[in-house]
């Protein structure tokens, strides 16, 4: 390591003292009174709760855009701050969306919503046989697979929701938390892959935590936020398979040939940790997906860059993200999401123009990006992810804001699944660190100086799928260092009061400083981090 290396990572944690040092300027430029003028403004009523394809969206990223032009960070998109994400908003026709079992000539049909939910952008009509593929997992870093030995072209695949031995702290499936294979998205891809027509996904039967359709109730208004917020997909999707989430008498129905109960397969899978797939007998399905609305529009990406100062490392680069936008007024209620994520929004802008008023620059590039319809399912980094503007070979990690301005406090929708401690105003949870512990020895080091109280527990969740749900999932999926900065829920996400009065600036300002050294310390060191896509292995 040169000496010049040497002294910028042994200065960064001493801010006492320090503020001589090339990079302080930035970091005293964070400030509560920036970040609660630019939230105010991300959150008032001219913006309309910032709904994807909808006029406050606009406003938003036009806003995010114009910073970044400010604070002097160069654009990405070929001249452009913006990236065009082209999506399809559609309303699934709940009359003529269908799912329907057939044996012995005998043909039931489920009712949409009461037995059966979901759908895609594009109709479909597939009727197969059906396979149970247990969880719908091919993890060869686990040596577990489901799909072997079983042939599932042209059918539809029934799988459980989530991973294999969730409840055993000693799994090899993160122990009582979970992996990326939990994901719906993740399972449906897979099953493609293996040439299925369809997937239904069914809850599992032993399960010690809500179901998603349970989740989803604990959530106030939850059930018809679903009904009535119009969902959304990448527009450049094609060719995906149609997927149906099915209740629990709807799933026994389906198992009932098979000879033993669906809580007994489980258990075997879990016992053992071998698949039990197999065909369903006499067990006939269709699925039909129609479509009562559907248009195309564009939203988009904030991408900005800072070149790094190195000549040969300035092609790697650190990102840091947030989404702007969140759920609009679609009761004709204003959701204001200052929180959610107006915090993470106005943070990625703080972070921009610290970074980009310091006489030095780090070695390698950082990257700035505010992502697009993260609420529709996280559709602005995926798209990113899938259309880099910089190689994802050369990003070395992501950091990522998503609810960063509250203290955690206990709500319906966590309620007899997580512990909260009695005050968590100076507590930060960190989430994906079980894919990439160096960044969390990084974000470690840096905290000396901070002293915030840093937590892991998301890592150890298997009930809420928290790994899954923001913008640092798409890069962990390509086995990229990506960790989510949150402080976690309480009863104002996704409800009208989530309001700026409520933030707890300071905290957030604590926050962000330690984001910028963290940042700092990560584009400085010799060494990238690694992501290790076995959690708790070294290698």
Excluded at 26 to 53: N, P, Y
Excluded at 433 to 444: G, K, L
Excluded at 489 to 516: C, G, W
């Amino acid at each position: 390591m040169k000496a010049g290396a040497v002294w910028l990572l042994a200065a960064v944690p001493l801010l006492s003292g320090a503020a001589d040092a090339p990079w302080s300027r930035g970091l005293e430029s964070i400030r509560e009174t920036d970040l609660r003028a630019d939230l105010a403004f991300l959150t008032s009523d001219a913006l309309e709760g910032r709904l994807s394809l909808h006029r406050g969206s606009e406003v938003a990223i036009g806003f995010v855009a114009a910073e970044f032009a400010k604070a002097g960070l160069v654009p990405l998109a070929g001249g452009s701050f913006l990236q065009t994400v082209p999506l399809i908003e559609y309303r699934v026709d709940p009359e003529g969306t269908r799912l329907s079992l057939t044996r012995h000539g005998i043909t039931r049909t489920f009712r949409y919503l009461e037995e059966f939910s979901g759908g895609e952008p594009d109709e479909a009509n597939v009727e197969a046989p059906v396979v149970f593929a247990g969880y719908g997992i091919t993890a060869p870093e686990f040596g577990y697979d489901d799909y072997a030995g079983i042939d599932v072209r042209g059918k539809i695949v029934l799988v459980f929701e989530h991973e294999p031995q969730e409840n055993d702290p000693k799994s090899i499936f993160n122990g009582l938390g979970n992996t990326r294979y939990a994901s719906a998205g993740v399972k449906a891809r897979n099953a493609k892959r293996h040439g299925a027509v369809g997937l239904l996904l069914a809850a599992e039967p032993n399960r010690k935590h809500p179901s998603g359709a349970d989740r989803l109730k604990r959530s106030p208004g939850g059930a018809e936020r679903l009904r009535r917020l119009l969902p959304q997909a990448l527009g450049d999707t094609t060719g995906q398979i149609p997927a149906l989430t099915v209740t629990d008498e709807v799933a026994a129905e389906l198992f009932s040939t098979v000879g033993k109960k669906p809580a007994e397969l489980q258990a075997a899978i879990d016992k053992a940790l071998r698949p039990a797939s197999a065909p369903l007998p006499d067990t006939r399905v269709s699925m039909r997906i129609a479509l009562a609305e559907r248009r195309r529009g564009n939203s988009a990406n904030a991408i900005g860059i800072l070149e790094g100062r190195d000549p040969t490392l300035r092609d790697e680069a650190i990102l840091f993200s947030g989404h702007y936008d969140h759920d609009g007024m679609w009761d004709g209620h204003l959701r204001p999401g200052a929180d959610d994520n107006g915090s993470g929004s106005v943070g990625v802008l703080a972070l921009a123009r610290a970074y980009a008023r310091n006489p030095l620059r780090p070695k390698r590039s950082l990257i700035f990006a505010e992502f697009a319809a993260e609420e529709r399912g996280l559709l602005g980094a995926y798209y990113y992810a899938a259309h880099p503007l910089r190689p994802l070979e050369r990003l070395r990690a992501v950091l990522n804001f998503d609810m960063i301005g509250r203290n955690e406090t206990p709500s319906r929708q966590t309620e007899g699944l997580i512990d909260i401690a009695p005050d968590t105003s100076n507590e930060l949870n960190l989430i994906g660190t079980i894919n990439c512990p160096d960044v969390r020895r990084t974000v470690e080091e840096q905290n000396r100086e901070i002293g915030l109280k840093l937590n892991y527990k998301w890592d150890q969740d298997a009930a809420l799928n928290i790994f899954q749900r923001s913008d640092q999932f798409p890069f962990a999926l390509r086995n990229i260092p990506a960790v989510w900065w949150f402080t976690g829920f309480h009863p104002d996400y996704h409800q009208t009061t989530d309001t700026v009065e409520k933030i707890n600036f300071s905290k957030m300002e604590r926050i962000l400083k330690l984001a910028y050294l963290s940042g700092w310390a990560l584009a400085e060191q010799d060494r990238p981090p690694k992501f290790i896509d076995r959690p708790g292995s070294s290698e």
